[in-house]
């Protein structure tokens, strides 16, 4: 996304945030929620577009434009600063606590002065909570188990869909540069980490300096933390740190090993070596001299003890001079550096994908020549959730959803609007017939199956939008929680197994409801959840929305080993959100899923199987 459009995206989302804490009328709220929406999947770059051009851009309408305008034009938006004036930030911090509600959060920034959840949970701590009006020993309680649970969050790594649009444009720019032979992210974003501490670039070049140089220029960066010959640090948007290397065209291969990790898979793949008489380093593998291998007898040899290990202050791949470096004169003949496949292969290795490389036994499997055939983006042949503009938040007709569905060499796809009930606009069985004839009417457009289906609400108790008769009439149902994220345990496993025990439910979408980097999900008995899906014939979403990746890697593990269907959708509310299809099969890979796992790496036939299936075992 262009940085004003990011920019603006951020403000709009932030005007809609304070209005609703503000308690203003809530379709004002939704009026600039929608405008973030719209901002965030504009082609155009706004800040280029004449004034009078940007109600063109869709959903922007004049009085959106006019705010878009003054923040081009004067860097500020009065509506919003107006806003802030009225909401101090910590309220708004604090309402990012689930269960948190803004009037709550306004009182106890009030009555305590707390303006952060670190602030929170010290009054937490000091049992301050308990007496305020409303609150209590067991809100109190319950807010302590919350916080707790976003601990993950107070770290400030960033959600790899935030960090990816980054070091994509960051490579980009690189890759112009005529020096540049090959240009890569590698690191916890390689490896499809749901979150990321930094983005890792790395750039082949012959001539490193003008690489190094172009990144501390490069409009994308906002601050130079440290410039070396082989390292550049810098600052770029959101505050996300990005680590430059630049390496000889020649060493590619080896850098791109040591620099993707994870650490714990590069220890494990040099003990392999040293055991070989070998030395691995992001330089290369290399013989090892006669006298340097006698000390490094296998176990007299510290195999993770170089490079970097131990040091506080220097990262692997600094300005360390070039006599202490790793590739030091110590080591003997180069044996494999130039791809990464060449230095597996010199370790009686297969190449093993990124998104294995956490230790957990793919290096024992390429070995023995078992590495799973995970799932590609390329093995799905439909998508089984999907949003189309027949409810509320849906943004693409019926038509041009399923061309590109088309285009995508999909068979099939699940329009899965939502059902009235939510604040979304959803449809009640009136509108769901009109649907049904629009989708008779679209024929076997384009060649595709059209899946009528429906992003069923579980309610409170677990009841679903309709009955069963008119669910009956669906050739798909996702069901999913979307309201009460906060009640306990045992109740919303309750919750969920009552959904999956209707006939009509073939799949319980986004399990948990995190929010990652926002909201953890909620507890649920999993092995309960499991077992019943697995008796009834219900599979289990992995929601490839990048905000989402729910599933859970675990939990994922745990469904493969239950022998739980697996589903890997999109979720999409934009012809773009299908990409999110990669995201979901990136995610899976991490939790080593293959396609015989996953319902919609079947042919259509297997999908409405699966359906009639469950109707005869539960109906
Ligand atoms: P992050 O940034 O925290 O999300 O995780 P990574 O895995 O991207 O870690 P980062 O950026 O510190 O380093 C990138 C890669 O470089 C890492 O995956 C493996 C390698 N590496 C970094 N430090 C060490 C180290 O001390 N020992 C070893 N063996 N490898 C290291
Ligand atoms: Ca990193
Ligand atoms: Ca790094």
Known sequence: MAWANEDLKAHFEEIAELMEISEEDRYRVRAYQRAAEAIGVAHADLSTLPRGELTSVKGIGDSMAAKIAQYLDEG???????????????????????????????????????????SLQRAIDGQQLRHLPGLGAKMEEKLRGTIERMGAKSDDRTPAADALPIAE????????????????????????????GDIDVLVAAADAAPVHAALRTSDLVRQVLAAGQRKTSVIT??????????????????????????????????????RRGLTLNEYGLFERPAEGRAEAEPGSERADAEPGEGRAAAEPGDDRPAEEADAGAATGAMVASRDEADVYAALDLAWIAPTLREDTGEV?????????????????????????????????PLESLTTAVASRGWQYWAVSDHAIGLPMNGLDAAGFAR??????????????????????????????????????????CVAAVH?????????????????????????????????????????????????????????????????????????????????????????????????????????AQRAWVTPDRVLNCQPVETVRAFVADKRERQG
């Open 76 to 118: 500020r938006i009065d509506l919003l600063e107006e806003l802030r004036t009225k909401v101090p930030a910590g309220v708004r911090e604090l309402t990012r606590v689930p269960g948190l509600g803004p009037k709550t959060a306004m009182m106890i920034h009030h009555e305590l002065g707390v303006d952060s959840v670190e």
């Open 169 to 196: 444009e960051l490579c980009a720019g690189l890759a112009e540069l005529s020096q540049a032979h090959r240009v890569a992210y590698a690191g916890s974003l390689r490896r499809m980490s749901e979150t990321v």
């Open 237 to 274: 948007a959101r505050g996300l740190q990005a680590d430059l290397r630049v390496v000889d065209p020649d060493a590619w291969g080896a850098a791109m090993v040591y620099f993707t990790g994870s650490k714990a898979h590069n220890i494990r793949i040099r003990e392999r070596a040293v």
């Open 364 to 396: 024992e499997a390429a070995a023995d020549g078992a590495l799973p055939r995970i799932v590609t983006e390329a093995d799905l042949c439909g998508d089984l959730h999907a949003h189309s503009d027949w409810s509320g938040d849906g943004k693409e």
């Open 435 to 476: 649907r049904r004839e629009a989708l008779a009417a679209l024929g076997d457009a384009a060649g595709v199956v059209v899946l009528d289906s429906v992003e069923l609400n579980i309610a409170e108790d677990g009841k679903l939008d309709f009955d069963d008769d008119i669910l009956a009439e669906f050739d798909w």
């Open 483 to 587: 309201t009460l994220l906060d009640r306990d345990e045992a109740a919303q496993t309750e919750r969920v197994l009552q959904a999956i025990m209707s006939p009509h439910v073939n799949a319980i979408g986004h399990l948990t409801g995190r929010k990652i980097g926002k909201r953890p999900g909620f507890d649920i008995d999993l092995e309960a959840v499991l077992q019943a899906c697995e008796e009834t014939g219900t599979a289990l979403e992995i929601n490839g929305s990048p905000r989402r990746l729910d599933l859970r890697e675990e939990d994922i593990r745990r469904a493969l080993d239950a022998g739980v269907m697996l589903t890997i959708d999109t979720d999409a509310h934009t012809l773009g959100d299908l990409d999110n299809a990669r995201w979901g099969a990136l995610h």
